[in-house]
């Protein structure tokens, strides 16, 4: 994995992100040092966490991952490289970049820049709540750019047809089809048979639990999808399928990167680049939205906000600008002034201490000066008395 990061790394200077196609935890990124857009942690974003949930993606309460993908969220979320296990053949969205051993870095063919100008309607316009993710990807591409209640859906839905626990989808035509299981198990068969009741693969898909959409790629005509849940107490499985259609994805793709934020430079906690907006609109950026954020346009601050409460967003005015983004962690000033203060009181205290151990020293060794010049007279004074039984006493005494 190390020697396909160090590839991309040096064949591409850009900004991306990296995920894997099979993951052993929610933090390889981490792990294995890239970014990446999933995560386990006690402080994660709930707002981005149900960001993912909405768009299909898996989530829970302190995570969220990039388990159920789709071509769109993978643009959204600038996610240029996916590395896998096994050798991918190209095709319409992958194409083989890098390899080592056993894993290999396919390129998304679609990848949007870290930032792009919206519509700034889309928070109002956007139909979020939905429980159905299609639908949610679905109202995205109708109101992104503009709000457009004609406009062609990236998503069909197809009929499912359900026999107690097992489900079934048959293709009318050739399509790239997705489904969305809503009822709560761990694992779930799917096998595609053709018009004859042939299978022609059989695969098993687990972590159901963390609902989350399943790509099933292209199937061909008369083909039949069957769903089976691993699971003897699942008495009703209740799913959403739906088609893609590319025509309609292309055209998204090109008009959300027709305005791109440029990237100039990029730190941990600084971002610069460049925007043409065509007209006033919105720049979304794939980055979490955190306080700690401080826009400026063209040198000049100004407000940041939110899409969702999941990503950060700046308002623009129409024409070329110049944008920076700084980043300092919320409380970070007043933690600054409470460690100062702290190791300020701390040095107190150790200087109080020490005074006060020199003073109790200084006393202990003045008694001791004392007693011993008080011993020395009366030793004195016992040599001097000549009745050895009297000076005996004394001294014993």
């Given at each position: 994995?190390?020697?396909?990061?160090?590839?991309?790394?040096?064949?591409?200077?850009?900004?991306?992100?990296?995920?894997?196609?099979?993951?052993?935890?929610?933090?390889?990124?981490?792990?294995?040092?890239?970014?990446?857009?999933?995560?386990?942690?006690?402080?994660?974003?709930?707002?981005?966490?149900?960001?993912?949930?909405?768009?299909?993606?898996?989530?829970?309460?302190?995570?969220?991952?990039?388990?159920?993908?789709?071509?769109l969220?993978?643009a959204?979320?600038?996610?240029k490289?996916?590395?896998?296990?096994?050798?991918?053949?190209?095709?319409?969205?992958?194409?083989?970049?890098?390899?080592?051993?056993?894993?290999?870095?396919?390129?998304?063919?679609?990848?949007?820049?870290?930032?792009?100008v919206?519509?700034?309607?889309?928070?109002?316009?956007?139909?979020?709540?939905?429980?159905?993710?299609?639908?949610?990807?679905?109202?995205f591409?109708?109101?992104?750019?503009?709000?457009d209640?004609?406009?062609?859906?990236?998503?069909?839905?197809?009929?499912?047809?359900?026999?107690?626990?097992?489900?079934?989808?048959?293709?009318s035509?050739?399509?790239?089809?997705?489904?969305?299981?809503t009822?709560s198990?761990?694992?779930?068969?799917?096998?595609?048979?053709?018009?004859?009741?042939?299978?022609?693969?059989?695969?098993?898909?687990?972590?159901?639990n963390h609902?989350h959409?399943?790509?099933?790629?292209?199937?061909d005509?008369?083909?039949?999808?069957?769903?089976?849940?691993?699971?003897?107490?699942?008495?009703?499985?209740?799913l959403?399928?739906y088609?893609f259609?590319m025509?309609?994805?292309?055209?998204?793709?090109?008009?959300?990167?027709?305005?791109?934020?440029?990237?100039?430079?990029r730190?941990?906690?600084?971002?610069?680049?460049?925007?043409?907006?065509?007209?006033?609109?919105?720049l979304?950026?794939s980055?979490?939205?955190?306080?700690?954020?401080?826009?400026?346009?063209?040198?000049?601050?100004?407000?940041?906000?939110?899409?969702?409460?999941?990503?950060?967003?700046i308002?623009?005015?129409?024409?070329?600008?110049?944008?920076?983004?700084?980043y300092?962690?919320?409380?970070?000033?007043?933690?600054v002034?409470?460690?100062?203060?702290?190791?300020?009181?701390?040095i107190c205290?150790?200087?109080?201490?020490?005074?006060?151990?020199?003073?109790?020293k200084?006393?202990?060794?003045?008694?001791?000066?004392?007693?011993?010049?008080?011993?020395?007279?009366?030793?004195?004074?016992?040599?001097?008395?000549?009745?050895?039984?009297?000076?005996?006493y004394?001294?014993m005494?």
């Amino acid at each position: 994995i190390e020697e396909v990061l160090d590839s991309l790394a040096t064949n591409d200077k850009g900004f991306y992100r990296v995920e894997k196609y099979e993951r052993h935890t929610k933090n390889d990124a981490a792990w294995n040092n890239y970014m990446g857009t999933s995560t386990f942690s006690s402080t994660a974003s709930a707002n981005l966490s149900e960001f993912y949930g909405q768009l299909g993606l898996e989530e829970s309460t302190n995570a969220y991952a990039y388990y159920g993908h789709t071509p769109l969220t993978e643009a959204l979320f600038s996610i240029k490289y996916v590395l896998s296990n096994s050798y991918l053949e190209d095709n319409d969205f992958i194409q083989l970049a890098a390899a080592s051993g056993s894993i290999y870095a396919y390129e998304n063919k679609y990848t949007l820049p870290l930032g792009y100008v919206i519509n700034s309607d889309l928070e109002d316009l956007w139909d979020f709540d939905t429980t159905d993710p299609f639908a949610v990807q679905n109202s995205f591409v109708a109101n992104a750019l503009e709000a457009d209640e004609n406009a062609p859906s990236l998503y069909t839905r197809l009929e499912v047809n359900s026999d107690g626990s097992d489900a079934e989808v048959t293709m009318s035509e050739k399509t790239h089809l997705f489904i969305y299981v809503t009822t709560s198990l761990d694992q779930i068969d799917v096998e595609i048979r053709d018009e004859d009741g042939n299978s022609l693969s059989m695969d098993t898909y687990s972590d159901m639990n963390h609902t989350h959409t399943i790509d099933l790629g292209e199937i061909d005509e008369g083909c039949t999808v069957y769903v089976t849940p691993n699971d003897d107490e699942v008495t009703s499985l209740q799913l959403y399928a739906y088609s893609f259609d590319m025509d309609v994805f292309e055209e998204v793709f090109n008009k959300l990167n027709s305005q791109p934020f440029e990237l100039i430079k990029r730190e941990d906690t600084y971002v610069k680049g460049t925007v043409d907006a065509e007209e006033s609109g919105r720049l979304l950026m794939s980055i979490p939205y955190d306080q700690g954020w401080t826009a400026y346009i063209d040198g000049e601050e100004t407000e940041t906000s939110s899409l969702k409460g999941a990503l950060l967003t700046i308002d623009i005015p129409q024409g070329k600008h110049t944008i920076e983004l700084k980043y300092t962690p919320g409380g970070l000033h007043i933690g600054v002034a409470l460690t100062s203060l702290s190791v300020i009181t701390l040095i107190c205290l150790a200087i109080v201490d020490f005074q006060k151990n020199k003073r109790e020293k200084m006393k202990a060794q003045s008694i001791e000066e004392g007693n011993n010049t008080e011993n020395k007279k009366f030793l004195t004074n016992v040599l001097k008395n000549r009745d050895t039984k009297t000076a005996t006493y004394s001294v014993m005494v």
